[in-house]
């Protein structure tokens, strides 16, 4: 089934997540998403957070970087969490942004070696299986979780570059696109994770999470400019959802038929009245109903 969520980003302090989170659920918004940047704040205690001060509200964290994170430490607390709120927290892995990993002495020379190692690790550790991996990166001696969760959880891998989303599709369980993502890059990521897929001899689900900026109001548009520069976005990455609700509601469309599963808002990163934002995108949600 499609979704819409929201995304808190850290460039808002963390002593306003629960206010977000409270009110995205009031408003019948089905989904909140946090970050975890270097050096802002913790994608796991900000998620927990935002669990602990909603009732319905399902909390995504995208993503947690895998070089700063042993594949252990993450299957607990994943587990940890979904025993406490189960069905309702969604995780997603990534490389991380590599000058980042580089500044606390975590990079990697090949991502795509750690994401092969790490991701199927980490689906193993949380299916209460026995581990062992002595790979390049990842090194697991008898390693079983005694408290794994009780029901399925699905691992997301962020992917932009034709190899890692191809390598998404071999080994998680689906995708998170960042902001960026146009329909049509969307459509064809997803070609490129199905042919992962094939090659792997994977069947079944495999879900698309697309991050989408988006504004709301006659200036939206010119709004938003300012946000594409921020980010270092050129040509076709400068695409947001903007104007109306009707407007944001066809933009969100668009996404959908091509093939996201679920679709988070990001606003502006100095979003001047975030409540109102977060009312806006509610009244899409409801429009997508």
Same mark, same amino acid.
């Given at each position: ?50 669990l602990a001060a909603t009732e319905r509200l399902r ?32 995780? +997603? ?34 299916a209460g299986e026995e581990v062992s991996v002595d ?23 962020? +992917? ?8 998404? +599709? ?120």
């Amino acid at each position: 089934m499609a979704s819409l969520g929201i995304i808190f980003q850290p460039s808002f302090p963390p002593e306003r997540l629960r206010g977000v989170a409270q009110r995205a659920e009031a408003a019948g918004i089905e989904e909140l998403w946090v970050f975890e940047d270097c050096f802002r704040e913790s994608g796991i205690a900000a998620l927990v957070a935002a669990l602990a001060a909603t009732e319905r509200l399902r909390i995504g964290v995208g993503i947690l970087p895998m070089p700063l994170r042993n594949v252990a430490i993450t299957a607990m607390e994943l587990a940890t969490i979904d025993r406490l709120f189960p069905g309702r927290a969604r995780f +997603g892995v990534g490389h991380g942004v590599l000058d980042w990993m580089g500044q606390v002495g975590r990079r990697v020379a090949s991502p795509l070696t750690l994401m092969r190692e790490y991701v199927p690790a980490l689906r193993a550790l949380l299916a209460g299986e026995e581990v062992s991996v002595d790979g390049r990166y990842v090194h697991l001696d008898r390693v079983r979780l005694s408290w794994p969760p009780q029901g399925r959880v699905p691992v997301l891998a962020a +992917g932009e570059g034709p190899k890692t989303l191809a390598l998404t +599709g071999e080994v998680a369980d689906g995708t998170v696109l960042t902001t960026g993502t146009s329909p049509a890059m969307t459509r064809d990521a997803l070609q490129r994770i199905r042919d992962g897929r094939d090659a792997a001899g994977r069947d079944g689900e495999h879900e698309v999470v697309v991050f989408v900026n988006a504004g709301f109001g006659p200036t939206a548009a010119t709004d938003m400019e300012a946000e594409f520069d921020r980010w270092g976005f050129e040509g076709e990455r400068r695409v947001a959802a903007t104007g109306d609700h009707d407007e944001v509601a066809s933009v969100v469309r668009e996404f959908l038929e091509a093939g996201a599963g679920t679709v988070l808002l990001q606003s502006r990163s100095e979003e001047p009245d975030l409540d109102a934002w977060i009312d806006d995108a509610g009244a899409v949600a409801a429009r997508l109903r």
